[in-house]
């Protein structure tokens, strides 16, 4: 299949398809959270991303032609991709819905294209034509308008916006109550840079090192261990899950299997096309999930015109990019 598209174009299926998984997802979340807590989920899902994509790796690995070719270096830089991302991207993410709303808090995830591009583009040498940046800037402020909920509760954007999450809005409330100053610029940005340098690591490190499964599981498995160094309370939790929702746990360990898959598949992508791009096509989650959340949960107040603008500025965005 890959002889018969383009090097551009084959990163471009990949990126659809980390798309579709991590949709995929968001709809299952929105069944998971209602039958067990954010926190057990959590625990849950991020540990399918390290057993699944561990498993994914050792058949890899035993069916590959050819020896591993060890990179330290493209290692290491995965393992902290994990921990900005999968850690103190969610950490920032989540004060913000605490202390300002989840409106205020979401409008910045949508900015980390542009920081991962300024960092592609300084640190890698990557250069976007004004047609594409075009695209770029349409796509994003698409975005905006689409994740722009005033009327959301703090809990049903931890469930959405972010699947893998580490934990509920309360705790960390409860855990980070008086570290950080109180402004929206200092906490939404530094989700969004969080979630950028992510990026950028995982891309950078791609090129270098062509294991996106190890990638994967390298990061997944970094959050997964801060997460179990610094959430208080960790033996409850582990008790908590023995007597958990059995459904809830299995939906919860479908969403993990989700979202590792799309994290793998964005990771492949950035190895063929540009890491704003890559990013940002993986981004455009919520065109899909509103039409499907219809479809699947009848939920009709989402489609506002702010909805319908945004999203077809997005898909307009995304064109552009595309057929450039």
Known sequence: MRVLMSEANFGYLLALTALLFFTSGILVAKAATSRLDLGLGFLVATTMNVLLSGLVFLLQLGLRPEALAWNSQAFWVFAAAGIFSTYFGRWFFYEAVVRFGPAKASIFQVSSPIFT??????????????????????????????????????????????????????????????????????????????????????????????????????GAASGLLLHLAFTPGKMQLLKRLKTANRKGVWLFALLGFFTISGQIFGIAAMRHIPLSIATLISLCTPVLVFPLSYLLFRTSDDFTPRVLVGTALTLLGIFIVVVR
């Open 117 to 218: 591009a300024l960092m592609a583009w300084s640190l890698l040498g990557e250069s976007l034509s004004s047609g594409v940046m075009l695209g770029v800037v349409f796509a994003v402020g698409g975005l905006m308008l689409v994740s722009y909920k005033p009327g959301f509760s703090s809990r049903r954007i931890a469930r959405d916006t972010d699947l893998d999450t580490d934990r509920n809005a309360d705790d960390v409330k409860k855990a980070t109550s008086g570290v950080l100053p109180q402004s929206i610029l200092l906490l939404g940005l530094g989700s969004s840079l969080a979630y950028a340098i992510g990026n950028f690591l995982r891309g950078s490190a791609v090129r270098d090192w062509n294991e996106p499964v190890l990638g994967g599981f390298l």
